[in-house]
């Protein structure tokens, strides 16, 4: 959802290096480095000192670490929370069932639905179990 250069800058951060962070972002240093050149230009600020032994941050570079950490963290957060929002939105049809009860047709209904796109939760429970955990309020009779 946020800007996969500003991953890239904090795992190079958070490496030390270009080539340790590709390691861990599981790409080439090249990429890393061309990713890095991109978004300090795009930001208009030096990010990293650079040497042989590695890279360190710029003090504009520390503010934007530290800054960018929370952003991925609410960037995630928001969209954890839509995707929660979605699925609550979702209507449940909750069909009991039994071991006696063969359970096919309604499995195949339910493959139609998806395949046609219906915004629709299923939730077939086992209803004895279900019933049992019920206080005492019920006897269940095998």
């Keep these: 959802m946020y800007v996969q250069q500003l991953e890239t800058f904090i795992r190079v951060a958070e490496a030390g290096s270009f080539g340790r962070a590709a390691n861990t972002l599981f790409i080439s240093t090249p990429a890393v480095v061309q990713q890095i050149n991109l978004f300090e230009e795009h930001c208009g600020v030096t990010l990293f000192k650079r040497s042989s032994r590695g890279v360190q941050l710029t003090p504009a570079g520390q503010a934007l670490y530290e800054d960018g950490k929370k952003i991925i963290a609410l960037s995630n957060q928001a969209l954890a929370r839509a995707q929660q929002i979605e699925e609550d939105s ?28 219906l915004p629709l939760k299923f939730e077939i429970p086992n209803l004895v179990a279900e019933l049992s955990q019920m206080n005492n309020n019920f006897d269940l009779l095998g």
Excluded: N, Y
């Design 90 to 117: 979702k209507e449940t049809l909750r069909i009991g069932t039994s071991p006696i009860f063969r359970a096919r047709v309604l499995i195949d209904a339910m493959t139609m639905a998806r395949e046609d796109g």
